[in-house]
């Protein structure tokens, strides 16, 4: 049961921390609305292409699994997302890849400021070697000029908001790395949102997880998708049927299909999706 507070509005006298969507669940509304556009993308490393002719659209408020056996290219895709492969120096793409009317390919585009609005959260949780607080404060501190007060409470909401508050509010400013792999994983997330992202991207967030710390961020996820939009990468297909509302099948680098999570695991279109997503391969 997530605390009462994961549903409180973030602290209101803050350079806005809240994502900056309409902040509109999609289940109250009939048609959900884009929030990212792939459309005809390709992505090489050197002369291998590792996605070919991919178009997708992300809804906003939503969250999309991306599903597929390894080496099809999710986490190429998810990276290109936020543009974490700018330091990959083989790696180049073409095609069209928006976050509202933010070109995210474009040599113009403030990538600092792009990931302010793409979060990103991976596989093993990856706290700094700081304090818990100093963790979730680094983004604030390097974007925002907060005052103390206003840092504390951004802290705080961020804290409740990735449910570790209550674990961790008497030891804020003990070494992140002694938390459990499951909170350190939380602490991960709340540094994430601390910065007001639209968008979370998640590299197989649970894999390193036992399987208890494991359902607590799956709630989590489905919490967090009523302000953000959530890109989920994961092996687990009761996770993916859990806990996103869409799901996206890739393979060989390629998008085989995408649609609502029900559909594609109970009625796919292609036989390879149905393979799948019943254990066949992969
Ligand atoms: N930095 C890199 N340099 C060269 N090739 C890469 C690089 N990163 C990934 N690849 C290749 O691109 C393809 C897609 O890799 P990617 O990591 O996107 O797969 P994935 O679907 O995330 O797999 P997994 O489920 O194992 O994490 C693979 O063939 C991989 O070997
Ligand atoms: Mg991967």
Redesign the pocket.
């Known amino acids: 049961m997530l605390p009462t507070s994961m549903t409180e509005s973030a602290p209101s006298n803050l350079t806005n921390p809240a994502p900056q969507g309409n902040g509109q669940n999609v289940s109250d509304s009939p048609v959900a609305e884009t929030c990212i556009e792939i459309a005809n993308f390709d992505a090489w490393?050197g002369a291998?292409q590792?996605i070919h002719n991919l178009s997708l659209e992300i809804p906003r408020n939503q969250v999309t699994a991306f599903i597929?056996p390894?080496?099809?290219?999710?986490?190429?895709l998810l990276r290109w997302i936020n543009r974490m492969n700018d330091i990959?120096p083989?790696?180049h793409s073409k095609g069209i890849m928006r976050l509202d009317d933010l070109d995210i390919l474009a040599k113009s585009t403030d990538v600092v400021h792009m990931r302010r609005l793409v979060g990103m959260v991976f596989q093993k949780p990856n706290p700094f070697p700081k304090s818990i607080f100093d963790n979730v404060a680094f983004g604030p501190r390097l974007h925002m000029k907060l005052r103390r007060s206003e840092l504390e409470e951004l802290v705080e909401w961020s804290l409740r908001k990735a449910a570790v508050w209550d674990e961790v509010k008497d030891r804020l400013h003990a070494p992140a790395l002694g938390l459990s792999g499951g909170q350190q994983q939380r602490l991960c997330i709340a540094r994430a949102i601390a910065v007001g992202p639209e968008v979370l991207l998640m590299d197989e967030p649970c894999s390193a997880l036992d399987p208890a710390s494991t359902l607590a961020i799956e709630d989590l996820i489905y919490e967090l998708r009523e302000q953000y939009t959530i890109v989920m990468?994961t092996?687990n297909m009761q996770q993916a049927s859990r806990c996103s509302d869409q799901t996206a099948f890739?393979f060989e680098g390629q998008l085989v299909e995408s649609g609502p999570t029900d559909d594609v695991f109970t009625k796919p279109k292609e036989k390879r999706t149905d393979d799948y997503v019943r254990g066949r391969f992969g």
Do not use: D, L, P
Request: net charge positive.
């Open positions: 490393y291998f590792a597929g390894s080496g099809c290219g999710k986490s190429t990959v083989t790696a990468v092996h890739f």
